[in-house]
T-cell receptor
């Protein structure tokens, strides 16, 4: 089966600019996660969707970050305005929400904020 | 709050050695534990997943064990190869997934162990 697709792979922006990331999940995966991975750290969950509904967004900085999952398939994560500390890799993961609850990750988008 | 620690932070070994990566977690009330591999500039690849009721899982040259009561997991790599060079991440799943009637399942990651296998 095809894996999780993400775009763009790399993005460089100035602080205070806006940026958006896109994720296309594995077909049939109802659960979708966005993670932020700062250099040298493990990924940190930002938001979790089940189909097109938000399950957990407790760690999403809602003053600048937003995310949506239209029709329960593709998802976008937006940052507006970006800060220097937002420089990180943004990972999308999806899962079947079945027995083992295993998560499958995309290649990520590396964001550099100057 | 669950905290996950991985030791060592970096490891360099000659090709052919057997090695052990360690992961410890502070809250033993876990749902499962997953080991991932991350290559530079790439996403995470799932290696092994251990449910809380299991003691170990094996895949090829990899073996992961889980001791929930002591809050520890190990990833054993046999006969290491240069292609095994990567960062290995341990992630602990807590809470109940949606299909189990819950809504608070969450993965907490360690910082990873950077493994270099020298030819």
């Amino acid at each position: 089966e095809a894996g999780v697709a993400q775009s763009p792979r790399y993005k460089i922006i100035e602080k205070r600019q806006s940026v958006a990331f896109w994720c296309n999940p594995i077909s049939g995966h109802a659960t979708l996660y966005w993670y932020q991975q700062i250099l040298g750290q493990g990924p940190k969950l930002l938001i979790q969707f089940q189909n097109n509904g938000v399950v957990d967004d407790s760690q999403l900085p809602k003053d600048r970050f937003s995310a949506e999952r239209l029709k329960g398939v593709d998802s976008t994560l937006k940052i507006q305005p970006a800060k220097l500390e937002d420089s990180a890799v943004y990972l999308c993961a999806t899962g079947r929400d079945r027995r083992y609850n295993e998560q499958f990750f995309g290649p990520g988008t590396r964001l550099t904020v100057l | 709050k669950q905290e996950v620690t991985q030791i060592p932070a970096a490891l360099s070994v000659p090709e052919g050695e057997n090695l052990v990566l360690n992961c410890s977690f502070t809250d033993s009330a876990i749902y499962n534990l997953q080991w991932f591999r991350q290559d530079p500039g790439k996403g995470l690849t799932s290696l092994l997943l251990i449910q809380s009721s299991q003691r170990e899982q094996t895949s090829g040259r990899l073996n992961a064990s889980l001791d929930k009561s002591s809050g520890r997991s190990t990833l054993y790599i046999a006969a290491s190869q240069p292609g095994d060079s990567a960062t290995y991440l341990c992630a602990v799943g807590r809470g109940l997934p949606l299909f189990s009637g819950g809504s608070n399942y969450k993965l907490t990651f360690g910082k990873g162990t950077l493994l270099t296998v020298n030819p």
